[in-house]
T-cell receptor, first 114, second 116 residues
Framework: EDKVVQSPLSLVVHEGDTVTLNCSYEVTNFRSLLWYKQEKKAPTFLFMLTSSGIEKKSGRLSSILDKKELFSILNITATQTGDSAIYLC??????????????FGEGTQLTVNP | KAGVTQTPRYLIKTRGQQVTLSCSPI?????VSWYQQTPGQGLQFLFE???????NKGNFPGRFSGRQFSNSRSEMNVSTLELGDSALYLC???????????????FGNGTRLTVT
């Protein structure tokens, strides 16, 4: 059974701090790893990672994948109160017959205090 | 461009009833996938439809079913509701089949289902 574990489950920091969120996984037929940010209702897409060691960046957010050790990290530098959200990690695995399935982690609840 | 629209936003049902949730994808998107989100279990994949065909199914009982229409709109049905079915149900759409061609998912705001 596919498994995605995120840590920590919750994190409280002050504005300006740098945070690192972790996601480890065990899946068969790994295809990609995705990060989403969920503020109120709908998760919004952040990154899709398919290759090891290649950092993806978007502003103050960056993420990298290690396919040998089966984990990914999401970094947020100079955090702002608007970064407060649940950050979800999901792993895509190829299904034998056709298509893909997604397995999500429980998420990390990040709270950034002013 | 309108986003993914889910209706209704909130729903209260009693045990044993059935419920149908609706999802309208972003215009031009042909893949719709459904997810259940609960505090204890996180976000779990229910199933995916592409061009009116179910491509993938998660580990949910047969009480959970869905379908997709020719205009790509999708419905999810849950029969014989149980208390544990109370959750936020999210749908997401993408242009290509689930995550193919690096096609990211766009989520709707969800339907909050409460079973009493």
């Amino acid at each position: 059974e596919d498994k995605v574990v995120q840590s920590p489950l919750s994190l409280v920091v002050h504005e300006g701090d740098t945070v690192t969120l972790n996601c480890s996984y065990e899946v068969t037929n790994f295809r990609s790893l995705l990060w989403y940010k969920q503020e109120k209702k709908a998760p919004t897409f952040l990154f899709m990672l398919t290759s090891s060691g290649i950092e993806k960046k978007s502003g103050r957010l960056s993420s990298i994948l290690d396919k040998k050790e089966l984990f990914s990290i999401l970094n947020i530098t100079a955090t702002q109160t608007g970064d407060s959200a649940i950050y979800l990690c999901a792993v895509e695995a190829r299904v034998e017959t056709s298509g893909s399935r997604l397995t999500f982690g429980e998420g990390t609840q990040l709270t950034v205090n002013p | 461009k309108a986003g993914v629209t889910q209706t209704p936003r909130y729903l209260i049902k009693t045990r044993g009833q059935q419920v149908t949730l609706s999802c309208s994808p972003i215009s031009g998107h042909r893949s719709v996938s459904w997810y259940q989100q609960t505090p204890g279990q996180g976000l779990q994949f229910l199933f995916e439809y592409f061009s009116e065909t179910q491509r993938n199914k998660g580990n949910f009982p047969g009480r959970f079913s869905g379908r997709q229409f020719s205009n790509s709109r999708s419905e999810m049905n849950v029969s014989t509701l149980e208390l544990g079915d109370s959750a936020l149900y999210l749908c997401a759409s993408s242009f290509s089949p689930l995550l193919e061609n690096n096609s990211p998912l766009h989520f709707g705001n969800g339907t909050r289902l409460t079973v009493t």
